[in-house]
């Protein structure tokens, strides 16, 4: 099975930018779809992206469309979520999350730790 690691959250400022990383070990990266989600506080856990297998598939929620990057690369097995124009409402424990690309997080079989991405005003 997947063994998610989780980098890349910390706190900037409002309008800044932060990318997270989610590396993937074990023996079916190659053929797992990932997601990613998040929780604010008081709040319950949303989605956010997901990114097919080999790339091709790629959702968004609505919220951080245009403003978010999902990607993967796959010599390096590693999912990316680039997150551009962080506003406070983006204030969350984010997650990355394996084996679907669904908007539901029930689908998800394996999950990471999670890491505190905090945007201040």
């Known amino acids: 099975q997947p063994r998610l690691a989780e980098s890349g959250g910390g706190l900037v400022q409002a309008g800044g930018s932060l990318r997270r990383s989610c590396a993937v070990s074990?023996?079916?990266?190659?053929?797992?779809?990932m997601g990613w989600f998040r929780r604010a506080p008081g709040k319950d856990r949303e989605f956010v992206a997901s990114?097919?297998?080999?790339?091709?598939?790629?959702d968004y929620a609505d919220s951080v469309k245009g403003r978010f990057i999902v990607s993967r690369d796959n010599a390096k097995t590693t999912v990316y979520l680039q997150m551009n124009s962080l506003a406070t409402e983006d204030t969350a424990v984010y997650y990355c999350?394996?084996?679907?690309?669904?908007?539901?997080?029930?689908?998800?079989?394996?999950w990471g730790q999670g890491t505190q991405v905090t945007v201040s005003s």
């Open positions: 999350a394996a084996d679907s690309v669904s908007r539901s997080e029930y689908e998800y079989a394996y």
């Open positions: 990114i097919g297998w080999s790339g091709g598939t790629i």
């Open positions: 074990g023996p079916t990266y190659g053929d797992v779809a």
